[in-house]
């Protein structure tokens, strides 16, 4: 007996369970695992399933079609977007469901094309604001591109308000089945946005605004539980997109001799004493996700790491590309380095961060072991940062 779930009239989760999944994109820890959330909607004359599976689940995914009896008579499969932890599974339904066709956009129908070599005379076009009647349920696509890549829509149940948005409003937890049954939901939601969002906050921004209006009584992602009430999600990601940020700082290092970390040591603690939140991460064993959450609302960014071959210490030089690339709304930045002889991880770490915009507060650069004067300079250096976060917003 597999697990299914009717989570509205005629509205089956089909998704599975990845409990063991540890690392998304071969780059961001997962500690809880994720699922991959299909569902199936009934009408009364055509049957469609929403997204498929990771490659893999194929089989999961058939044995609770069959169980509810609808294995073989898929009409249309929906692709809201081509990642493979959702697309992935596309060619198999579609050889053993051969009535079934792929309901995609033009994007999705290269993608498609290029990742599972699925033929046009199998692929239905839609568009944004396209209806597909299924008898008595009515399917809408609306189109919200880079939530997560540039063919992403969303999927909307009209009579029973069910929104399928896809990657939107996921997280990365394999238990429970209603985000209000899993304690610390949004930490986890909030993570998951600060890897795969924050980078398309705009894009974010743009989605949120064509669901404003519309009446949803669920939301249904393809990643993580389903929120029966959609309202906290909806308005965190309100928060999450608008790049609000609070007096928090995030300070990632990495240090090989504790010349870094003793600079970082003093940093934080100043920070806290003048009231900021300091979240500190030794890159040596800390997660990204952890970082990637609460640098989507940090108003200040440390990071730290000394020079390894006239450059900056590989994890710190990776974790600043990381930072590079997924786009915080930070506003301040501090950089915390020692060197033995020749420096150059100060210049580097300025190289990649320079297209960020973020305001350099300093950045303190020591030989070998900071002295009372360098922990001095490093006091003044989180003093200033202290009161710049503190700032009210303007
Ligand atoms: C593997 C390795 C490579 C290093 N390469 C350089 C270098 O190219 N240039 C330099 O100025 N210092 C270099 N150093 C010296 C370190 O930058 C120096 O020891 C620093 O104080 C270490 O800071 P930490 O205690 O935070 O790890 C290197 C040290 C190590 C262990
Ligand atoms: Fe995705
Ligand atoms: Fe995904």
Known sequence: MYETREIAVGVYWVGVRDWDRRLFDALIPMPAGTTYNSYLVEGREKVALIDTVNPGFEGELKGKLEQLGSWGKIDYLIMNHAEPDHAGGIPFVLEHNPRAKLVLNAKGAKLAKALFHVGEERMQ???????????GRTLRFIEAPFLHWPETMFTFLEQEKVLFPCDFFGSHHAGGAFADEVPDLLAYAKKYFGEIMMPFAKNGRNGLAKLEGMEIRMIAPSHGPVHRDPEPI????????SGETVPKVTICYATMWQATKAMVDVFAQTLMREGVDAQVYNLAV???????????????????????????????????????????????AALLSSYGWGGGAVKQALEVLAPLKLEALGAIDVNGYPTADDLKKTEELARKMAQRVKEPLT
Not at 125 to 135: A, C, I, K, S, T
Not at 234 to 241: A, D, H
Not at 290 to 307: H, K, N
């Open 234 to 241: 909806v308005n965190s990601y309100l928060s999450w997109t």
């Open 286 to 332: 800390s997660d990204l996700a952890s970082i990637a959450g609460d640098l989507v609302d940090s108003r200040g960014i440390v990071l730290g790491g000394p020079t390894v071959l006239n450059g900056l210490h590989p994890l710190a030089l990776h974790a600043a590309n990381v930072v590079r690339v997924i786009k915080p709304p930070a506003k301040y």
């Open 125 to 135: 076009l839609v568009q944004d604001g396209d209806r597909l009647e299924l008898g």
